[in-house]
């Protein structure tokens, strides 16, 4: 099972930009559509974005649509998450997630629970 680390996280002011990444080992990466999510305190874990095997697709929240881009580099094991126009509300633990299912549409998407392998999560947090 393919194991992943996130890094990238911090402290920005409401307006800034952060790249958060996500390093995964093994090497069947390329076998794993890939997500983010985050939780913030007292809250559920919430869809962020995925980005299909290939990176031919990616889909956002419409929370974050305009203001994320989602990559990936299947020769470097890695996924990229480009923040930008940070808010306040954007503060919390974002994850890296990857998922081995072939599953369409936003609601497949965005099921924490379908998801096969979890990183630790890495801090955000945007003050106003």
């Known amino acids: 099972q393919v194991q992943l680390v996130e890094s990238g996280g911090g402290w920005v002011q409401a307006g800034g930009s952060l790249r958060l990444s996500c390093a995964a080992s093994?090497?069947?990466?390329?076998?794993?559509?890939m997500g983010w999510f985050r939780q913030a305190p007292g809250k559920e874990r919430e869809f962020v974005a995925r980005i299909s095997r290939n990176g031919g697709v990616r889909t956002y929240a419409d929370s974050v649509k305009g203001r994320v881009t989602l990559s990936r580099d299947n020769a470097k094991n890695t996924v990229t998450l480009q923040m930008n126009s940070l808010k306040p509300e954007d503060t919390a633990v974002y994850y890296c997630a990857a998922d081995q299912r072939f599953c369409s549409g936003y609601g497949c998407y965005a099921t924490a629970a379908g998801y096969d392998a979890w990183g630790q999560g890495t801090q955000v947090t945007v003050s106003s």
């Open positions: 093994g090497r069947t990466f390329s076998s794993y559509a």
